[in-house]
């Protein structure tokens, strides 16, 4: 089997954990055989693949520490604007400036994470607070026509005639991204403090009294995921070459990666990417009944959270150990994924 | 002898697919004061709140009245003429002591003869009719929390650890209340942790030991008997 | 500026009871209706389309009201029962996302079905001048109907037996149920009073200006934020700062412009939360 997990060295007993994520690049890393003729397919499926990150990104917040951050769009957004408004005014390379936004990100990410921290806010306030946060945002990309181009929107120059403004190229860039979030998670999940976030979601009581520092844990996860989040918010406006206020509108953002995270299952390795790849394929079918999408997300996230609530990783799992039976150990996934927002 | 009023056969019950309490039987008569002791953990509580369906039971029958009670949800069993007091009381704090004594004659509006009858027994609740119910003191809660219960004309009054929270002296003050009510002719089973109090309130009682009724006979005897003795006051 | 104040306090008035009925809700059940700005466009909706076929306005608008009120039954009877067997953060969570689902079902067949329909209920006449300020009678009548309703409320929750019981189960629900209240069926009852209120929320609106078929989430938002800032589960804090805060958005929007009022909305919500938390933690 391929193994792509040598971005960390990691013993020989570990190399099972990655194996999931080797196979999930693989399969990925074929698509543009199949898309690669059609420049419109390939922006469909590099799309999905920056869902797919945003998504694992609020896997680590959400799913891992149960912070429920409903700003996912506006940290990306944090992310790209910075990005691009950095890159045009000191006329740095989008190289630089990514990373610089991408900080930005994280600051704020974790300031918010603080602040639940701090408060003691559960998920429903943390809910509130974010989504206050999110709006705030927004407000601020309309209200400020002179940094954000407001409803018009910016021209991305930074990106342009490199190889992120090809057809095919960009795709294994986000790929690359959407690998290394995918580790890094594995990562966070495997090492001491993954098992901290375990204990943290199961019981908070209970994490603290076992000496857990709780609030260390969270603002951890909310500090790097939103760096995830804005570095794919970047990426995805110097690939485009157009940011505008609904680039990472509430709207068109956080309640995807929410509906494509709970499909997926919360908490699961590889939930997110399943998800993303559905609703993208979904979309894509959708395409000429744009006007019933809308109704279409709502009925999935209703009958997902009244029946369907581990999401489809756990249910897949468990269907196919039930199905090889006993023989076969069954996928390293399995065994570590965990069910959903229960 | 004809049916009493309360009958329960075989009760077992608990929570998380395990039995807390186990085959209980029991039975009060109308107008009868009965008390059910035990140390912590005997299982009191379980046992008060499988009785009127705040917890479901999983054997056993329990019929008050005629009415199979298993088969009603909790709201049902309490306008049946069972009203239970919990030890933690929930009353409604953000309300008024006025407030709190109306809705214990829900769905019905409070009786003013119902009325006379509570503040006789309690008259600090008259003195402090339009203060919040969370502004009490324990001693008054525990005044409000019966209070409510008898607005609702109960046949058959449940107290689960009346005294929790009291100082020996209101513990002393809330079962002279009691022991008046049961002047008036109310019937009472009244579970407890303060032994002497209750054997002195009760015509007849049960010892809970471990979810199952170990000893059952009338106060006085338990009492004089030197198991209880023992165990439970000390001696 | 008077009139200025008068058009905020309308406004005021308006999100106080998109707030109450929301607060509500939450206060009986742990479920944050997020589809609850999209009950009141139901309403809207439905009296829009009767009125387009030549019903007469006074019926269509009460055929609005009662068709949202049957809403809020059903999915209190429905999608909410698996919620209510759920306990705390669980229960909280799973309310929220599916109304969350609710709220895009209902705006997704808005979009799909009438995607320019518009509400106008506006009210025939000039300004009436009241203490030598010039008003909209649209505004006059709206603030009216609120009044009268909101008083209404009031009365209900203080001086009725189901008003009271509905008061003891946001505050205790087992002391509710050790009543005899049967806290299912209050919350049944409210879900579908929550709805009536939002529509006649939306028919106010529809008095001074068009209500049209995406004005859902933003009156979701409106709600949300008034909600969280009079403490989350309190009538009568959700009342005041519906007043409160749209006398602050009008005055901010008229002064300083839209964004920045609606920045400071959002500022006055999140900063309740952070600030005085004792008060909204207090049934979470």
Redesign the interface.
Known sequence: MPDRSHTRPPRAADLGAFAPIALAALVLALVPLWAGDSRSMMTVVTTGLTFASYAVAFNLIFGATGQLFLCVGALAGIGGFGSVIISDRLGLPFLVTMPMAALLSGLFGAALSWVAVRRSLDTIFTGIVTLAFALSFQSFVLGRPELTGGENGLQVAGGADTLLRQPVEPYYVFLGLLVVFLVVYRVIQRSHVGWAFRALRDDDAAASLAGIDVARYRILAGWIGSMMLGLTGALFAHYRGFVGDTTYAFGSVDVRVLVMLAFGGIGTLLGPVLGAAVFTVMDELLVDQAQVRELIYGVITVILFLSFRQGAVPALTNAVRRLVGADQPPPREASSADTGIG | MSEPLLAVEGLSAGYLGEDVIHDIDLTVATGEVVCVIGSNGAGKTTMLRSMCG?LPATAGSVRFDGVDLRRL????V??SGI????AE???????TVA?NL???S????PDPAQLEIVYRTFPRLQERLGQNAGTLSGGEQQMLAVG??LM?EPSLLILDEPTTGLAPVLAQEAYGALSELREGGLTVLVAEQQVPLALELSDRGYVLDHGRIALTGPSSELATDPEVRKAYLGI | MVAVLIDGLVLGLQFGMLGVGLTLVYGLGGVVNLAHGQMAVVAAMVAARLMDRGTATALAVAAGILSVVALGVVIDRTLMQPVYRERSEHRVLLGLLLMLGVGFIIDGVLEWRYPIEALSLRITGGPVEVFGVAIRRGSIVASAVIGVVGLALILFFRYTTFGRATRSVIEDEEGARLCGINPGAVRTVIFGLSGGLAGIVAMTQAMTSPVVSTAGVGLTIFALIVAVVGGLGSTSGAFLAGIILGLVNTLSAFYIGTFVSSIILLLAAASTILLRPEGLLRRA
């Open positions: 705040l949800p909790s709201h049902r309490m306008r009203v239970y007091v919990p009381r929930h009353l409604f704090p953000g309300m407030e109306a809705l214990g829900y769905p019905k509006r409510r219960a609702a």
